[in-house]
């Protein structure tokens, strides 16, 4: 199915790995997954050739995700070769944030321009049963190293899992002081991991009625706000006063494939065209003969494929979050 009218696919997430340091209660089984072996994985210079062939076809802003991108050694080598290709204005990083104060800077060197921080909690407790282990004091060090090198804006990834509501006044505070983006996304029911189903999460509505709550109480009406950067699906608002923003991301309540503008490359080489497809067309082999044309090709092929009026609700993903890239 071709694009709507006026649309187009320009952002591609690049998973450069399925390993994670972490086992996020609605990403992954406490066992883990089984990963993918090294000699199956891309190298930076295959992704960074897939990268150079799929401007052919559009793609201008690249987003690196995992797993945890920053388990993958050498990283910052990779965001260099992608900020060399003209055509690429944006790069961005999603990641868990406790290894950002080691590699902050040496990422903006190479060219990363902004991360999103998945923060799921600002419970110490809760954080660490959420993700099965972490400390919220590295992840709010990641957040601090991420703003003293500019890697801005930066952008706060929460899920809205049960329990989010008596937190929502701590998220608000964040962002009083500091110009940091909180956006709520509604839980993602890809990989057979988190809740049993949707009904059994949070929605957007829930937490939105909870934020114009804290406003009457005395935060302020909470007013619509402009993007800050980004060319994701989210819908920003502010409170009179307040540095940064909350938004949130309507997966599945209001869900946004009519407005889709991406495309996955998963770390085995693998095209999906959409997080809930099962779908995948292997350019592997395409793109480590280093065939440009045989790897746009591909590309077409998978954006030919690519549904803009998806059921969320049913689409069901064969591979976990952590497997392709979220």
């Not at 086992?23 to 930076?44: A, K, T």
């Not at 090198?149 to 929502?168: A, H, Q, R, T």
Request: hydrophobic share 35%.
């Amino acid at each position: 199915m071709n694009p709507p009218a006026g649309q187009t696919v320009d952002y591609l997430r690049l998973s450069v790995t399925d390993r994670c340091n972490f086992r996020c209660v609605y990403c992954m089984p406490p066992e883990g997954v089984q990963s993918i072996p090294h000699e199956q994985v891309l190298s930076y210079e295959d992704m960074a050739f897939f990268v150079k062939a799929a401007v052919e076809v559009g793609i201008s802003k690249v987003r690196i995700t995992g797993g945890e991108p920053l388990v993958r050694k050498g990283l910052p080598s990779l965001v260099a070769m992608i900020r060399a290709i003209p055509e690429i204005h944006d790069i961005s990083l999603t990641t868990n944030g406790v290894l950002l104060p080691r590699f902050a800077e040496e990422l903006k060197t190479a060219g990363l321009n902004r991360v999103n921080i998945s923060l799921d909690s600002l419970d110490p407790r809760r954080y660490r049963e959420l993700t099965r282990g972490g400390l919220l004091s590295e992840a709010v060090a990641g957040v601090e190293a991420a703003l003293r090198f500019g890697l801005c804006p930066v952008k706060l990834n929460v899920v809205m899992m049960p329990d989010l509501l008596p937190e929502l006044p701590d998220f608000v505070a964040m962002t009083r002081e500091l110009p940091l983006h909180v956006r709520f996304i509604e839980w993602m029911p890809v990989g057979g991991c988190g809740p049993r189903s949707t009904s059994d999460s949070l929605t957007k509505d829930q937490v939105m009625a909870a934020l114009q709550k804290l406003g009457r109480e005395g935060s302020g009406e909470l007013m619509t706000d402009a993007s800050p950067m980004g060319w994701g699906p989210a819908r920003y608002y502010r409170f009179p006063g307040h540095a940064g923003t909350v938004g949130f991301i309507g997966s599945v309540s209001g869900h946004f494939c009519s407005e889709c503008n991406r495309l996955r490359l998963t770390s085995d080489g693998r095209l999906k065209n959409c997080l809930f497809s099962s779908e995948e067309i292997d350019v592997k082999d395409a793109v480590q003969a280093r065939d440009g044309q045989r790897v746009v090709d591909r590309i077409r092929e998978s954006l030919e494929r690519k549904s803009f009026d998806k059921d969320v609700e049913t689409g069901r993903a064969s591979r976990g979050m952590s497997q392709v890239g979220g």
